[in-house]
């Protein structure tokens, strides 16, 4: 078994002997990827602080299509397997310029204390 992916545009293989299988799609972001915009909280599915975009082709429709990962937290990665991963570092960063998502959100202070921000972004994204 084996998995394929990508993250920003970064190809990504991972196998078992290199990688758990009991890897998260949060935890390999964070840890492996060495990605920490993207947050964890409950780690249960239930405050979407990790939510990201996978891109692919729809498993039944078979058309390209798009949508955000509530819960990379409890998502495996090695479910990823021909999927591009999008994180919020891949929309925009200040060196690299913002997204307008991101922009709007910090012109009009729309975050609290912005550790669940980068998931309103993602889902918002989408
Ligand atoms: S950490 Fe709360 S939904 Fe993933």
New binding site residues.
């Given amino acids: 078994m084996e998995a394929n992916f990508t993250i920003n545009g970064i190809e990504f293989k991972i196998t078992p002997s290199t990688i758990s299988i009991e890897t998260t799609l949060?935890d390999f972001i964070r840890k492996h990827a060495k990605l920490t915009g993207t947050?964890?909280?409950?780690?249960?599915?239930?405050?979407?602080?990790?939510?990201v975009m996978l891109k692919g082709v729809h498993p039944v429709t078979k058309q390209n299509t798009s949508w955000a990962v509530?819960?990379?937290?409890?998502q495996n990665i090695y479910s990823c397997h021909g999927l591009d991963i999008i994180t919020v570092e891949g929309i925009g960063s200040k060196k690299d310029g913002m997204h307008k998502i991101q922009k709007r959100l910090a012109d009009f202070n729309g975050t609290q204390c912005g550790f669940c921000t980068p998931?309103m972004v993602m889902n918002m994204f989408h």
Wanted: glycine share 20%; with cysteine.
């Fill in positions: 949060n947050k964890f909280m409950c780690l249960e599915g239930g405050c979407g602080a990790c939510i509530k819960n990379s937290c409890l998931g």
